[in-house]
């Protein structure tokens, strides 16, 4: 009797064993674009906004350099727990006005993905002494493309080849860039508007570049390297109250995602996103989706869910986010987002 009681109760510490250590495999990517009161209001936080967030990181998480906690998530190494790092896109020189005195404030290390050749071209990006010095001072910086185009336009009659040939010469033209200028090359590659399709991001990986995208979510060991997802902090989604749970959230673990394609043609409906959960730390039935903020219905079988959505009919960028309580982690939650990708009735990517 006594040896079965320590067998059931040796099972049970090793199972809570392993769904707390979830935590320490996980990691949140901050996004951001302007740090102005000047520049378009979607894409940018007020100074006084982001001094906010990082004095609420000080405070209660651990920042770290993307370098390092992609190099741990990838050899499944732990992290300190509630890690955070931070991000820029598109290398705009109120980053360094603005937040590079803030971020030097507080030690923080940050990575900035920018398009090398209109660094010092156009007036309101960086210029390559800005990006020295603050590379000297706690900044990284990696790969945001050659021209921040839509990478998936293809020019007429391009074939599917020609075309992953022509969009990966153009990355890694960015790619040598960055690597004469600052001495080295991270194959950090952010996608321009956060938009690509299999092709595109299992070509990027086997060339050895890490892929981050724009869609929301935490990451993880299990995660998808090729497209790692990232919090926007700016515009509407810069309410510290909001950005907090995000801040928590943990990356939930999901397999066997279909559609796999995040490209459409529109309209699209009468269709399902269905996923399977590979975690005991949630319960699928608390699962909860959503798409434009309404609530969509699902249907569960086991540990797999189809996830009802609504037909989308606009051209732009979209995406399902679906959110569960973690049974170990009280006030924590995990999250899993899937974008998709309409062009116009003409084959345009809208900006």
Not at 6 to 17: E, G, K, M, R, Y
Not at 135 to 145: D, L
Not at 293 to 319: C, D, F, M, S, W
């Amino acid at each position: 009797m006594r040896k079965t009681c320590f067998i059931i109760a040796l099972t049970i510490s090793c199972s809570l064993l392993g769904i707390n250590t979830w935590a320490k495999d996980n990691a949140v990517i901050l996004l951001y674009h302007h740090v102005s009161i000047t520049t378009p209001e979607v894409t940018s936080v007020s100074p006084d906004t982001f001094r906010q967030h990082m004095q609420y990181l000080a405070d209660n998480h651990k920042v770290l350099p993307l370098k390092q906690v992609i190099n741990a998530l990838q050899n499944r190494q732990p992290l300190p727990d509630k890690t955070v790092v931070i991000t820029f896109d598109d290398g705009y020189d109120n980053i360094y006005d603005n937040a590079h005195p803030i971020l030097k404030i507080f030690g923080f290390p940050y990575t900035i993905f920018i398009n090398p050749p209109l660094i010092g071209e156009v007036n309101y990006q960086l210029d390559w002494q800005q990006v020295k010095l603050m590379s000297n001072e706690g900044a990284t910086f990696a790969n945001h493309g050659s021209n921040h185009g839509h990478l998936l336009m293809k020019n007429t009659d391009e074939t599917e080849e020609n075309w992953l040939n022509r969009t990966l010469q153009q990355i890694e033209s960015a790619e040598k860039t960055l690597k004469e200028n600052l001495g080295y090359s991270l194959k950090y590659f952010a996608y321009p508007y956060g938009e690509f399709d299999p092709q595109l991001k299992n070509r990027l990986n086997s060339q050895g570049y890490v892929g981050f995208a724009q869609h929301s979510g935490a990451i993880a060991s299990y995660s998808d390297f090729s497209a790692l997802p990232r919090y926007p902090a700016a515009g509407m989604y810069s309410n510290i109250e909001t950005l907090k749970v995000k801040l928590n959230s943990l990356a939930m673990p999901v397999t066997d995602i279909s559609p796999s394609d995040p490209k459409l043609e529109l309209p699209y409906k009468n269709q399902k996103l269905r996923f399977t959960i590979k975690t005991k730390d949630l319960t699928p039935q608390q699962i909860s989706c959503f798409q434009n903020g309404q609530l969509l219905n699902k249907v569960i079988a086991g540990n797999t869910l189809a996830v009802e959505i609504n037909p989308i009919t606009q051209p732009g960028r979209h995406r399902i986010n679906c959110t569960a309580p973690s049974v170990s982690e009280k006030d924590r939650y995990y999250w899993f987002s899937h974008p998709f990708f309409a062009p116009t009735a003409e084959g345009k990517w809208l900006d």
